[in-house]
């Protein structure tokens, strides 16, 4: 099983920063595709960035231009910079890990952290 530990979430005004981080345990012979999703109340559970296979990351195009996704070398850690944050980005966002690789034991399996509250006020 993947443990996935989330941390940076927080309550800002709007215009501020805050930076997200996801650290998923290693299994061995897997590689990880990460993204992030956010869930505001009320609400369905929305993609925001995400990184597939070796291709360059995707964004939700609310997200463009304001946030960024990057990983650590070894494509367990998953950070997302979120600038010029607005009221609607406020939201609980999870960190979704994919596992994959041939000889990957685990590959296919979709695993979700426990979520980081991001509150943005007007």
């Not at 369905?44 to 939700?60: I, K, L, M, Q, T």
Request: glycine share 10%; net charge positive.
């Amino acid at each position: 099983q993947v443990q996935l530990v989330e941390s940076g979430g927080g309550s800002v005004q709007a215009g501020g920063s805050l930076r997200l981080s996801c650290a998923a345990s290693k299994l061995p012979h897997c590689t990880y595709d990460m993204s992030w999703y956010r869930q505001a109340p009320g609400k369905e559970r929305e993609f925001v960035s995400g990184y597939d296979s070796d291709g360059p990351p995707n964004y939700a195009d609310s997200v463009k231009g304001r946030f960024t996704i990057s990983q650590n070398n070894a494509k367990n850690t998953v950070y997302l910079q979120m600038n010029t944050l607005k009221p609607e980005d406020t939201a609980m966002y999870y960190c979704e890990t994919v596992a994959y690789g041939i000889r990957c034991p685990w590959r296919g399996r979709i695993y979700w952290g426990q979520g980081t509250q991001v509150t943005v006020s007007s």
